[in-house]
């Protein structure tokens, strides 16, 4: 026997855990405290059935944290409130005794719970969580409507397991309407509870400022920067241009306005991307160097090619970029070179010395370009994350002294040697390479790629360098090492992380409007272009076979033993006697008589007997009635030439 | 791009599949299920009784859940799980007032499955005759007037069990066992039994036009009354109805015929 409340406890305790898990790193200390303490009450309370808060005292607690969270509530502060009250509340409805409302309580604040955690994050983890609550919580409800009626109610296993079969059906085709419902759902254009989203966090990698010399380390993120969904490319043009910082002050490189300048990306080879961008809490907008338009979202455009959101990126968003591979961004009017050549006042006399030599040295802005290159080269740069110079003089360090750096000290030792040798220069920010996951056919962007490059102004073209392919170990760094494979596990999450956030994520107003004009537009035309060929049929054979075959075991399931014994005996004699007629009404023993076989005499004995006494056949006779139908069939084929 | 409300839209989209299949499970919870009345031998006008319903789960695929019946505002005990094709009974106290037939009886049957928001319920109109006898009504002058008449315990001509052997006769089937008379039987070449007298009372026969009582329906309770003691006391009792007559006899389909005409005497079929 089964007391119907040990497994709504249970669905209870697990339905809690998976609602209000998800909202764990955003809670506070007493939340934090709470939630496993009261779990942990709850569950030995209900074991030994006695409770320590009961009725007013539970409300009361209830009262005191709505009111202390109450207080706490600003525009600026709604959801952490929010949320710490919601988990409280589940909290103190798990350990007061479980009335039929309080499990309800229960149920309805764990779905508020995983519907906040939708507030910080857009993980993916929220589907199987939300696939577990609503078997839960259906399962559980049903369990509960037993509960209501008889809180001690006892039943027998089997009862039990028919029950909760019969529940499943819920949650199941729960889950297959909220597929249908999720794409017909009318949809606004606004956020419905954005507004109360606390702000993204900071971003690590990519940087809208190069201070190299500020850390003494730098650890690789592997969170994701963006998906780019493009043909596969040479691992030696993954450079995904992000910002242009055009000013240096002091060490530190970063973004001013620009003047006017008119230019035009010539040459190269033309490639569209589809790039899928996870919120952040800057308006940068990526694409292939050189990108040369893009659409999607509204954005501003620099003279640099550097393109910007109209608005922060607090939400994921999809943009279409149109690059230019190998491309050249030529400048059409004569720009104020001297704007690129800034340099800051107090430089270290080396630096200044190996500038007078190259400035002496080379001709032109090319020759000086090798010039510094072959300076690179000579001084064994290394490429390193860790023990990096320091932040008095970092370039110097870095190019006399330590002579090992990530990209942000060869790109802006580079760009600053160049402009003291009066080649106007700039700095790229970007990402350098991506891992190609074929399962999904898309570039996944890491934040641990952020890179940096310079580019140099040569004959009026601005020239891509990348100073760090300079290091002596370049070829064996991790930064050589930015396009590599993923291993299968890795690369079908990524897969699943990236349909989701293209299936669920970003499905809006568009797509669902797209879906709709498709619809129609594929109907006209199948109308039109009535030309069929086989392929053409192969889905609707698919969906028939499908259909039959579902249908035969919905026959299967719905007829008895006894009616699919006999279907199995009239086609074993019709196949034994084919020439003789068959006919259904006759009866067993009759058509024994008529067909003279002893096989069918004893099968109509048998089947007979427990037909006319009305039991139901033993599963002796069931064996029996089986092994008949089968020697009939072997005589069959004996008897066939 | 609308994403912050998609996962919203998720689980919106959840609820409102919850609640449309949990609309139809709950309706289809109700369908195919065969109802049927098994009423007590004896109801009487008036008086409480347990009226037995049989509820079969003709579904082909899932089981009936958390069943309820509701008959004349009396709630059966819940059905918890009625599987496939089985058939179980419940049982509810219930009173039928006015003598006679009750042939339509409207019950409903319910459920709160598969969640507890919602009761759903289901009438139905059940073609039944139901024989609702007068009401017994303990007229004590009349039983102390029919007593009088004879004293109990006198033997009768009729044939009996207890008393007597009036006659011996050759077996005829269907005889019980017991009233073989073995020796003789042994003498002769056929089974021969005996013939008992019976030690019943003096046999009366009620006419309700001549019972005490203010009205017609008054004497017909007093009849029942009557009708009932002298079959519990073993008394052959017969009636007289108008032209109508039905010999003295005892047993109890003998009651049952005697309180039907009663509940029938001047009066059309009712329902309830």
Redesign the interface.
Known sequence: MVTIQKPLNLITYSVTIIGAGPLWIWLNLPARIFLPVALAIGFTSDLKNSYTLRGHSSTLLSLAFFLFYASQLNLENIVQPFVNLVVLLLCVRLITEKS?RNYLQIFVLS?FA??SA?MFS?SIF??PA?IFL?FGI?IG??L???Y???PG?R?PIS?FI??VK??T???V??????????VI?P????????FI?PTVSATAGFSDKVQPGSISSLAALKTLAFRAQCPILPRETLYWRGTVLNTIDSTTWSRTDLPQEKVIVTGGETVQCTLYLPTKDNTFLFGLDLPFSLSG?PHRKSGDQVFLAKRALN????IEVTSRIGGTLQMLDTIDESFYLKVPPLLSPRLLETAKTIRKEGGSAKERIELLKQFFLQQNLTYANTDLPGSESPMEEFLFIKKRGYCEFFASSFALLLRMADVPARLVGGYLGGNYNNLGDYYQVTEDMAHVWVEALVDSKWTRIDPTRLAQNHAESTLNQRQSELSLLRKAFDSIDYFWTQA??????QKQFQLVRNTGKNLRSFRKNWKITWQDFYPLLWITLGIFVIWQG?RW??SSKEERLLKHYYSAIRKKYKGQSIPENVGLHELAIQLEDPLCHEFATIFGSALYSEHKLTQEEYMKLLNLIYHLKKRTTKTTP | MNTGNNLLYLMVSALLGFMSISGILGNQNLKNLRILLEPPEEIYDGVETLLTIHIQNNRRLLPSILLEILFQEQCSDTVYLLAKGDTTKVNIPVTFYGRGDHSQHKLSISSNFPINFFIRSQTITLEHTIVVFPKPFPCRSALSLFSEKSGLKNESAQKGYEGDINCIVDYQSGEPLKMVHWKLSARHDSLKIKKLSSTGAEPVEIDPNSLPGPSLEARLCCASFLINEFTRSSRPVGLKLGETVYPAATGRPHKYTLLTALAHYGNDTKTP
């Open positions: 039929s779905l995983l519907a939708s857009f929220f589907f939300l609503v259906t409800l049903v509960l409507t037993f209501t009626k008889d109610l039943l009862d028919a029950i019969t529940a059906i819920l949650p085709v729960s889950l297959l309407l909220m597929l249908l419902f999720f759902l949809r606004t254009e606004h956020p419905l509870w954005h989203s979202i939400k994921n968003a999809k669920v994520i970003t499905y809006d107003f919905v399931k719905t």
